[in-house]
Nanobody
């Protein structure tokens, strides 16, 4: 069983940064593919960025060049560095873990990022 706890969401002005993080409890974090999703009110949850257990990274087109996903396996933590934030980035950001062999899947409860002046 893996539990995911996100933190770091906040109110930020347009153009500013935010850096949500997600800490995982449970064994062998390094075997998990980690993903960040966002969900804005009235919209479907959307994959923003992912980093595989082997370090392969992919981004949603609209965040390329602005967001950076990274992981620290020693700390069981995945980060999402968000720069040049726009009001349309406002959403609840969820962490997701997918085991690279069994594909057991886990979700955190989310952390809210609000971009507003």
């Amino acid at each position: 069983q893996v539990q995911l706890l996100e933190s770091g969401g906040r109110l930020v002005q347009p153009g500013g940064p935010s850096r949500p993080s997600c800490v995982a409890s449970g064994p062998i974090f390094s075997l998990y593919n980690m993903r960040w999703y966002c969900q804005a009110p009235g919209k479907q949850r959307e994959l923003v960025a992912r980093i595989s257990s082997g370090g392969t990274i992919n981004y949603l087109d609209s965040v390329k060049g602005r967001f950076t996903i990274s992981r620290d396996n020693a700390k069981n933590t995945v980060y999402l560095q968000m720069n040049s934030l726009k009001p349309e980035d406002t959403a609840n950001y969820y962490c997701n873990a997918d085991h690279s062999l069994t594909h057991r899947n886990y979700w955190g409860r989310g952390t809210q990022v609000t971009v507003s002046s």
